[in-house]
């Protein structure tokens, strides 16, 4: 039975990447043209985008909740946690976004502020907000079942997968693309979708893609080395290291990146996440206080 059921399983993933291979063919072509609604209802949209952001959210959440019982861990702390964190990590990443787009936008339309469903989030926003709901979660909550590294590691060992399947959702809003590019999957961007200065180019890099297939590597990598890890903090360090090296190639193709003077603001934070990992990665292997108890 057993056999039979993976017998299936593989049968149905075969047949979804066929599908997924022959759709984006026709997307990438220009052939078919995306909505970037499910369906709309008067002023209400139900959008991939927000879909997308949902389903990776519940898949990290379901995959967390089957570790907890090994380390030990309280579900009801760790739900609480998730509440606040999802919270924290979008006022984070608007609160990143607003920033560096103030003096060019928000400053003159302060009113555009709120309305995050115009867009406007970064994720490096939402992962520092992320970390300080944890880190704030975990000294004030009396008798909490996890200490803050732990917290950290379960939520840096399934972000990379909801990352990836959130990327998706730029593909159907068609933003978050690269340069203009003649190679084989060029993704068509319709002419009002185009950078000021590109309307003339077709087909671009769908950085979309690049970003989604190295996050859903990374997850597998990390989601397996959680187990391994010798001291609480190992994943996280890890993820730094590994998510902000796949950022930074491709923020280097993307045309609608946030600068600091000339300098592109995702590359310098990877730059950081990148040393800081390295750092916290080996001062962990190190430090034998750090150690997680057999």
């Given amino acids: 039975m057993k056999r ?3 017998l299936f399983v593989l ?17 990438f072509s220009g052939q078919i043209l995306l909505k970037r609604y499910i369906f709309k209802l008067g002023w209400f949209e139900l959008r991939w985008y927000s879909l997308l952001i949902v389903s990776g959210i ?37 609160t990143y976004y607003v920033i560096f ?63 990836a399947i959130g990327r998706w959702g730029n593909f159907f809003n068609y933003e ?17 979708n185009r950078p000021l200065g590109l309307e003339n180019f077709s087909k671009f ?17 990390l989601y397996n080395y959680d187990l391994r890890k ?10 730094f290291i590994l998510y902000s090296a796949n950022r930074f190639w491709i923020e280097g193709l993307r045309t609608d990146s946030l600068y600091l003077g000339n300098m592109r603001i995702a590359q310098l934070v990877s730059i950081v996440l990148i040393v800081l990992g390295l750092i916290m990665f080996l001062y962990l292997r190190k430090n034998k206080k750090a150690a997680i108890d057999k």
């Fill in 11 to 27: 049968v149905v993933g075969i047949v979804a990447l066929i599908g997924l291979y022959i759709f984006l063919g026709k997307v």
């Fill in 58 to 94: 519940l898949l990290g959440y379901a995959l967390v909740r089957r570790r907890l019982e090994r380390y030990k861990i309280n579900p009801d702390h760790v739900d609480e946690a998730i509440f606040w964190g999802i919270i924290a990590a979008i006022i984070g990443a608007r």
């Fill in 101 to 163: 787009m103030w003096g060019d936008f928000y400053s003159k339309y302060p009113g555009e502020i709120f309305k995050i469903w115009h867009g406007g989030l970064a994720i490096h926003g939402a992962i520092i907000g992320a970390i300080l709901s944890t880190f704030l979660y975990t000294r004030l909550k009396k008798n909490c079942t996890f200490t803050f590294l732990q917290g950290l590691d379960l939520f840096t060992s399934v972000l990379p997968l909801g990352q």
């Fill in 205 to 221: 890099h769908p950085t979309f893609l690049y970003e989604s297939v190295g996050n859903f590597i990374i997850f597998l990598v």
């Fill in 230 to 239: 010798k001291s609480n903090g190992e994943t996280t360090a890890l993820y």
């Fill in 4 to 6: 039979l059921m993976r």
């Fill in 176 to 192: 978050a693309f690269g340069s203009p590019t003649d190679l084989p999957w060029g993704m068509y961007i319709p002419p009002a």
